[in-house]
């Protein structure tokens, strides 16, 4: 993904000593989920307003403003880590989806249906004007998706995908049509379910090679 489909697209240290051992787990623990807690009361929060405070989104996690301010200063700092968060779910989505195992078509639903659940995320993030200009966000999330761009490249080497479109089309193909499903479901109220199903066959019909029908 690149900043322009965004326009396009309707731990401490370890100590020796015994005693110190036993609360550093817990401390960063605590300071995880805290973090997490308030990364996803963001997408919550933003998602529906765009225009929300931070107060708003520390009053939705459950915090206090005080420890939101600590985790991130400005509003700017919280997206930023919305979408560092994001890059992250999307690397564990391509490990899941097994971008190197058997049929490249299968391989392709596969990334579809695992790419689907990062919907919130992307949604914020297609819209957040300040990562428009964020180069390096950019560059980062491009990289992240170099398993993606070379499961393009094997299933046209492979005839399994339409040899006449290129690995680009079929990458912004990806996306385009998951900002479609979540938006049919945010907007025209589709299920989940069947915001997947057209997101899946649309994809398909786009980057899958056209099979001939054999003569009767």
Not at 41 to 59: M, Y
Request: aromatic share 8%.
């Amino acid at each position: 993904m690149t900043a322009s489909d965004t326009a396009a697209a309707p731990r401490e240290a370890s100590t020796d000593a015994p005693s110190a051992a036993p609360p550093a787990a817990p401390a960063t623990g605590a300071r995880a989920r805290t973090r997490r807690a308030i990364l996803d009361a963001a997408v919550e929060v933003f998602s529906t307003n765009a225009s929300a405070s931070l107060g708003e989104v520390a009053q939705a996690a459950q915090v206090g403003r005080s420890t939101l301010h600590r985790y991130f200063p400005e509003r700017a700092d919280l997206i930023r880590a919305v979408g560092t968060e994001a890059l992250d779910r999307t690397r564990a989505a391509i490990r899941a989806a097994r971008l190197d195992d058997g049929d490249p078509a299968a391989a392709l639903r596969r990334l579809v249906i695992e790419y689907f659940d990062l919907g919130p995320w992307y949604m914020l993030l297609f819209h957040e004007a300040s990562l428009a200009e964020d180069e390096a966000f950019w560059e980062e999330s491009e990289a992240a998706e170099a398993p993606v761009r070379a499961l393009f490249a094997r299933g046209q080497e492979d005839g399994a995908f339409d040899p006449t479109l290129t690995v680009s089309w079929n990458q912004r193909t990806v996306w385009w049509t998951l900002f479609n499903a979540w938006s049919v479901m945010t907007e025209d109220g589709a299920s989940r379910s069947d915001a997947l199903r057209m997101a899946v066959r649309s994809v398909e019909g786009v980057v899958l090679a056209v099979r001939s029908a054999t003569p009767a």
